[in-house]
């Protein structure tokens, strides 16, 4: 069920609503919204059948609107809008970029957060990458300001190595839809950090029970990633799903995210 709830800035969140239950949020990753992201809508389904489950547009994507200027803190508002919404308490379940701010909600709203689960948190520790990351991070703030979303969203792509499907990608017919969201890039990268790093000190400050899960067939570095955060984390378990890559299936995920908040 189509809903919206305003956030603490005047923000609008709209969301989809359904099942019955304890309640979870799903926090999706970059250039993701519901209209175009169908596994986190089959999630949701999926989920639906155990739990009251929340798939909301995070702010200035699909029909949630935007409000200047962007900061981190306003997208953990928009997580407390929605639990006030619906209870008092979630489970929170973040998805790549969405991991990782679903993991700085869990440490800002406290109580309010009983379980996380999030699932390949994009950080990466080798120095190279940071400063790719920065040189990226730096390009993303100049092409949005001159208005070229398009060569954004290309940046973007090239970063996470999808190179040889940009052509292919741009005469798809979710391409405007795409780069109509590209201003939020800039939003996915702050939530990530100046250089991506593994951010132990805030990672250890997450006080309710964490799974921690990466695919067997991903990048090395975010094998290598989930399992120091689930050390870091001082209620945590590792788990490795088979045959997953970042592109997880829902019909993997959705039982292990079942036992693991009801359990």
Known sequence: MQNKVTSKDGTIIAFDKSGEGQVIIIVDGTLQYRAIHQKIVQLAELLGQHFTVLNYDRRGRGESTDTQPYAVEREIEDIEALINKVGRSAFLFGISSGAAL???????????????????????????AHQAWKQYRKQTRELLAEGRLDDAVELFMKLIGMNAL????????FWPMIKAIAPTLAYDAAVLGEDRSLPIELASKVNVPTLVMDGIASFPFLHDTTKMLAKIIPNAQHLTLEGQTHDVDPVVLAPVLVEFFIG
Do not use: S, V
């Open 102 to 128: 679903a993991m700085e909600a869990t440490i800002k709203l406290d109580e309010k957060i009983k379980k996380l689960a999030i699932y390949e948190p994009p950080y990466n520790d080798d120095k190279a």
């Open 166 to 173: 940009l052509e292919r990608m741009r005469q798809h017919p």
